[in-house]
Structure formats: C-alpha cells, structure tokens
C-alpha cells in the first residue's frame, strides 16, 4: 500500500540508554527509511508509464476498451496519491536537513522512534494526530 513503509523495509532502529533524540544516527536512519521508499515509489512511476504504453490498444470491443480504461484510471489514482506522498517524502527530508524532523508540529514533543518508524513522514505525534482526527470527525 502506498502509505505504508515497504515490504521490503528496514531494521528498526536499536535505541541506546540516554541517547539524544535525533542524534545522527537516527538521522541517518531515517534518511534511510525515506529516501529506499522514494526510490520505490519512483521506479512503481516508472512500471506504471511503461505498462499504460505497452498495453495502451483501441480495442474494438467496447467492454474491453471500458475494462482498460477502468483499470488506467484506478492506476492513475494510485499513482496520483503516491504522487503526494512522495512530496510528503521531500517535506520530511527537508526537516532532516534543517533538525525538524521528528518534532510534533503542534505542539513540538518529540514523535517517537517506533510512530516514525510505522510513519515516517508522520509530523504530528500520536496525541495531536488522534485530537485532529476527533476534530475531523465532528466536522463531517
């Protein structure tokens, strides 16, 4: 699933006694983590352009030329989440560079090794997150 970490993944971080929050190491890791999931991301871009060119037909049969469609349609769906996923990926970079990532944008605690890990480009922590989405609901 595209908002998930890959299958393919990583090993989770080992935390030390007293080690600083977002010392390079867990910088490193988690640039790691980003940067092998835009990789991924960027080559399903790529087998998606090549197989909508490969399999792209008129067919005669007006129930194939539907099946077709319907099946580029849902692809260019996905490929347009993954799309603002990875910008999510680059917004989440560049809070590595700049010694932002990993704080809780609302209230600035730290978010954690392991939601980071689940989310990577996760920029609230679980207590905001869940109050957003409370908020969210009572809206709809």
């Known amino acids: 699933m595209a908002n998930d970490v890959s299958s393919a993944s ?3 971080y080992e935390e030390k006694d007293g080690e600083e929050y977002m010392n390079p ?3 490193e890791h988690f640039r790691n983590i980003l940067m092998g999931w835009k990789r991924e991301l960027m080559e399903e871009v790529d087998r998606t352009v090549h197989h909508m060119q490969d399999d792209a037909a008129n067919h005669p049969d007006p129930a194939d030329r539907a099946t077709q469609e319907e099946e580029f349609s849902l692809e260019l769906r996905t490929r347009d989440r993954e799309r603002k996923l990875l910008k999510k990926i680059a917004e989440s970079l560049k809070d590595l560079d700049t010694g ?13 090794i392991r939601r980071l890990e689940a989310r990577p480009t996760a920029t609230l922590c679980f207590d905001c997150k869940t ?7 009572q809206r709809a």
Not at 100 to 112: D, F, K, L, P, Q
Not at 131 to 137: H, V
């Open 10 to 12: 990583f090993t989770p």
């Open 25 to 27: 190491a867990q910088v």
């Open 100 to 112: 932002e990532y990993g704080y809780c944008e609302s209230c600035g605690v730290e978010i954690g």
């Open 131 to 137: 109050l957003d989405e409370i908020r969210e609901k």
